[in-house]
């Protein structure tokens, strides 16, 4: 019996945020006709109650049955919300197929054998079930007893078997097994018709209840107040449909040019194009713009995943670096480079709804509901009134019975006493408020996405900004270098004295270690790479020169010395690899050659932290701490470099060269200052939200120290206050982990610690640390260690935690979700870069980013400042107001109308010397429940 039950029942994507519990039943078509007979009993009642609680129509229907012998499915949602989900089982057969396969269970339909589509043929029949879930296709395997996924590459692929297998192609044959498994390659959005949108709304259960409220208030002459709400209704609806046609078409609009795009086996041209599938590079590399993913156009290169003979899943040789392999769907390919042994070649990696575009959209199409405790008081409340309504209801019909009343005037009655107390005008007034609400965000340019998302930014307490280009400028200005010569410090070259660099190995990385790229005669790329580049006042230029001079017959960039630059004793560099930046390796490192030279050279540069630890230690100045310490208290941000020549005879080994070889032994060549300024809005606008008494945190990639000082300059740390500084580190061989915190002390004149040791055991603070006057700050590596390993030291910390640095973008949106569960209603600022997980996973995401990346954020500014912050939720709090003065208004009216037509009632059953006793008893209890209700708005209002 325990055997059969979890036969019975199974998971979809387990582990994962959408995860869904599925059921197996089978259709008796006995069950299928007493239901069809109880629906035509009732007038449609009955299916009106299946369309609301799916779960009932399956249970009605259906009995349980093993999974694979289902032809329907109950899904359920491990949320807190437990929301129900019917699908029908599917059956495809693959002998519709124009060719014939074997049905040799031995014989694998196609031939990658890991494919769970050879798992899901059921064999000799052909035959293969599968269920659609939110637009992504699921397949029965029968091996493992599961649903899988279909329309992806299998991660336990190796890199072998993705070169080998796949590199090749696949046959036609097996191209279109794919095709009717998998289904087509599209990402379509349907644009909603608007007569089925106007049922959608028209059956909300509140809508039904209205309609049969009105149509009983119009036949007893109550005719002012119910023309009044069938008009506030119908323009409710009407509104309200607009708005949902008007996302339908945007989102169509959006997705529509990524349907009509042709995939080829080969990538060889130049010009730039969207990417129609999630793809692995496997030769060559790429240069992509991912600003619908990231929110800024900025150029990322691709370069092809590793030639490795191993059993190991390809993720396993990049663990959580592997994005640097793939091309995104829906991202731009502005420039393909060959590897100079053909063409660049990419495998398909996922295709659809399972694609990154496609999980963008699939997040827009089905959001996840809103738990807003003020909706949820007032569902409980109004579920109150109906039990009250159900009360009078009995109380009514029982007088009209005793009194011998008409059938007729005794159902009237005791019906409009039910309908009296739920007030049908509820839905509508509160749709109202928020559309107006979105129209003066509009003016304001703060466009929104998901209008119920405005009454929750009433209740925001807790804001959490991005630094740069939300906080402070997008934009870097050079202050200076500072380069080091045997092992000690110089004096530092500024930048504003306008005297060029001198020639050095510092600017010769300066020239060359970034990823910057010619386009249409143009440098396009990061901002930091290209303020940095000119810093160096060399030259870029096409790969059309002459390179015999470099040994090679091709290259990807040749910079040369512009005509401002320093003398150089170099003609020209050739920029012939690169191992591009990554926010969790915070590094990046190029290969170069020197014209007329036989060997290389390697430049890195990245967070200087992280760069001296691949740096000979005796290249490295004794005073590096404190040297970087001083740039960081003061607000710059600071970029180490590092140089060092490789010995290689041949370019072939040059493509084979492992990052971790190239990044080894490098020679410290100093550090870049550059400087970053605070937006003019930022200051105000902080201050407005601290007097407001909402919180305000920083959640940065950037260094710990330069972000604790933007945080003091823009008050975020108010003068006076002191900062604590959480480390953390990870258990080591049998040292435990440990905790230990930092009082940073006048920090204007300089760095002073007090260091402590935390006791962990008895989870105690520092003294005083429990005081407003203090804030933690930690970096993303100290924030996981005490996520992992302190979890319960954890809301400690986030109480007064204010500055959160070198956070990952995985990270930042665990932070989000950690201040969630404290009960803190987080709001999310950010320009899109890095962010858009946490922008998602906050009760309000706000982008100042335009790019497509902002239609997963709830609001978007299309003024690039935290300025929209305040208006949004001064405009949240007024919504807000507004919905609960119209909740309690309404429900108030309605008990009110409860109570005087009780007493009427009450009237006609007493008569005599009681009559006015009774009244006298009914006005009592109508002061009691007024003050009643009037008491249960009010805890309502308290818990908001």
């Known amino acids: 019996m325990e055997e059969k ?14 995860e869904l519990e599925v059921f197996g039943y089978r259709t008796q078509n006995l069950r299928r006709a007493l239901c069809l007979i109880a629906s035509v009993l009732t007038c449609g009642v009955l299916l009106l109650v299946f369309y609301w609680k799916p779960q009932w129509r399956v249970w009605a229907n259906c009995i349980p049955c093993p999974l694979q012998e289902a032809d329907t499915v109950l899904l359920k949602t491990t949320d807190e919300f437990q929301r129900y989900m019917r699908k029908k089982v599917i059956c495809l057969y693959l002998s519709t197929l124009k060719f014939p396969i074997s049905k040799n269970p031995e014989e694998p339909v196609v031939a990658d054998r890991h494919s769970v589509i050879n798992q899901a043929v059921l064999k000799p029949e052909l035959k293969l079930r599968c269920i659609q879930v939110q637009k992504i296709r699921y397949v029965w395997n029968y091996l493992e007893r599961r649903f899988q996924k279909v329309g992806l590459l299998e991660d336990s692929n190796s890199c072998h078997d993705i070169h080998h297998t796949f590199g090749l192609g696949l046959t036609s044959e097996e191209q279109e097994v794919r095709r009717l498994v998998c289904g087509p390659n599209a990402i379509e959005v349907e644009i909603q018709p608007i007569w089925k949108l106007l049922v959608k709304q028209v059956l909300n259960p509140f809508y039904v209840f209205q309609a049969f409220t009105l149509t009983l208030w119009l036949s007893q002459g109550y005719v002012e107040y119910s023309v009044a709400i069938i008009i506030l209704s119908v323009l409710s609806i009407v509104l309200s449909v607009y708005d949902l046609r008007q996302q339908s078409v945007k989102l169509h609009n959006l997705v529509e040019d990524h349907n009509k795009v042709q995939v080829t086996v080969t990538v060889k041209g130049t010009g730039k194009f969207s990417l129609p599938c999630d793809a692995i590079l ?6 992509v713009n991912e600003g619908m993913l990231t929110g800024e156009s900025i150029p990322v290169t691709k370069t092809p995943l590793p030639r490795v003979d191993s059993t190991m899943a390809w993720k396993s040789h990049s663990l959580e670096d592997y994005r640097k392999h793939v091309l995104f769907c829906g991202t731009d390919v502005i420039q393909v480079k060959p590897s100079g042994q053909g063409p660049v070649r990419a495998v398909v990696l996922q295709t659809g709804y399972n694609t990154a575009k496609g999980d963008l959209v699939r997040s827009i199409l089905y959001p996840r509901p809103l738990n807003f405790k003020l909706y949820n008081d007032a569902f409980k409340f109004i579920v109150f009134l109906a039990c009250l309504g159900v009360v009078g209801f009995f109380y009514a019909l029982g007088v009209y019975m005793y009194h011998g009343a008409s059938s007729r005037d005794t159902t009237t009655m005791a019906l409009l006493l039910f309908t009296v107390t739920v007030p049908p005008v509820l839905p509508a007034a509160l749709t109202t408020g928020i559309v107006y609400a979105q129209k003066r965000l ?15 930014c009433g209740q925001i307490n807790l804001v959490c900004f991005d630094k740069t280009g939300t906080l402070t400028e997008d934009g870097l200005d050079l202050w200076g270098t500072v380069p080091t010569v045997d092992n000690c410090f110089q004096e530092v070259h500024s930048f504003a004295s306008g005297k060029t660099l001198p020639w050095s190995p510092l600017c010769a990385a300066m020239a060359s270690c970034h990823s910057l790229i010619l386009l249409d005669g143009t440098i396009q790329g990061d901002p930091l790479d290209l303020k940095m580049f000119e810093g160096s006042a060399w030259i870029m230029e096409d790969c059309n020169a002459d390179y015999g001079k470099f040994g090679m017959s091709d290259s990807n960039i040749v910079i040369k010395p512009g005509p401002k630059a320093s003398w150089s004793p170099v003609e020209a ?18 290969v170069t050659q020197v014209a007329g030279e036989d060997h290389f050279h390697v430049y890195m540069k990245g967070a200087p932290e992280m760069l001296a630890k691949f740096c000979k230690p005796e290249t490295v100045p004794k005073d590096f701490p404190q040297k970087l310490r001083n740039y960081t208290v003061q607000g710059f941000r600071v970029i180490a470099l590092a140089h060092k020549d490789l010995k290689m005879e041949k370019l072939s080994e040059l493509q084979n060269l492992a990052r971790e070889k190239a990044e080894s032994e490098l020679t410290f060549l100093g550090l870049l200052i550059m400087e970053n300024r605070l937006k003019k809005e930022t200051k105000p606008v902080l201050k407005e939200l601290s007097e407001a008494r909402i919180r305000t945190v920083m959640i940065t990639g950037d260094n710990l120290q330069t972000a604790i000082t ?3 300059n823009s008050e975020m740390i108010p003068r006076g206050s002191q900062v604590i500084l959480v480390e953390a580190n990870e258990p080591e061989d049998f040292v435990p982990a440990s905790v230990t915190w930092q009082l940073v002390e006048n920090q204007e004149n300089g760095l002073r610690k007090n260091e402590t040791y935390l006791n962990i055991g008895n989870s105690s603070m520092p003294d005083g640390a429990r005081g407003s006057c203090y804030h933690f700050a930690m ?5 996981q260690v005490i996520f992992q390993h302190f979890n319960s030291l954890l ?23 950690e201040f969630q569960k404290l009960n803190y209603y987080v709001a999310m600022c950010g320009d899109g870069a890095n962010d858009c997980g946490a922008l998602k996973m906050a009760h309000a995401g706000i982008s100042l980013s335009e790019q497509e990346a902002s239609v997963a954020s709830h609001f978007t500014s299309k003024i690039a400042n935290i300025k929209c912050v305040p208006q949004l939720i001064k405009e949240g709090r007024a919504a807000l107001v507004s919905s609960f003065g119209v909740f309690k208004y309404l429900t108030m009216y309605g008990i009110i109308q409860f109570i005087g037509t009780s007493l009427l009632y009450w009237q006609l059953q007493l008569f005599g010397n009681y009559q006015y006793l009774m009244q006298d008893v009914a006005i009592t209890l109508m002061v009691c429940l007024t003050i009643s209700a009037f008491w249960t708005t009010k805890v309502i209002s308290q818990r908001m």
């Open 710 to 712: 933007v945080a003091k």
């Open 573 to 590: 560099i050739a920029i012939l690899r690169q191992f591009p930046f990554s926010s969790s390796l915070q590094r990046m490192s190029v």
């Open 282 to 287: 496997i030769d060559g590399s790429c240069v």
């Open 442 to 456: 509009k003016k304001k340019k703060i466009f929104c996405i998901s209008p119920q998302r405005i009454n929750m």
């Open 5 to 18: 039950s979890k036969d019975h029942r199974g998971l979809l994507n387990q582990g994962e945020e959408n």
């Open 795 to 817: 809301p400690k910390i986030l109480v007064n935690g204010t500055i959160f640095a070198r956070m990952s973008p995985g990270q930042k949106s665990s932070l989000i979700e």
């Open 779 to 783: 970096s993303g590596k100290s924030y």
